[in-house]
């Protein structure tokens, strides 16, 4: 069984609980009406307040499901570009699942 593909809507936390928003870098492939994200597509942790920030975070990908020649971001794992601290996938979309 797969894991979901993460969606522009997708609900993303870092380690410290700050929401983050993620931009999808292509609007042509969707999943359940909403632009999947590709890896590389940058998910930016909103106003965060202390001294070691978790500004981005880099998303697991699929390894066999492309859109746009870039691998699909999955819900296995994310992590704080930063510092590395594990960030936390809240809610995503559950039709769409790849490996």
Do not use: F, K, W
Not at 10 to 25: D, E, K, M, R, Y
Not at 37 to 66: F, K, Q, W
Not at 77 to 94: K, M
């Amino acid at each position: 069984m797969g894991s979901p593909v993460l969606t522009a809507v997708s609900v993303l936390v870092c380690a410290h609980g700050i929401p983050a928003t993620a931009i999808p870098g292509s609007a042509r492939a969707m999943a359940s009406g909403v632009p999947i994200l590709c890896t590389g597509d940058p998910v930016i942790v909103n106003a965060y307040p202390t001294e070691s920030p978790c500004i981005m975070l880099r998303l697991a990908e699929s390894a066999r499901v492309r859109a746009s020649g870039r691998p699909l971001a999955i819900a296995t794992t994310a992590v704080s570009v930063a510092n590395g601290l594990p960030a936390i996938i809240v809610a995503t979309q559950q039709r769409v699942r790849v490996q």
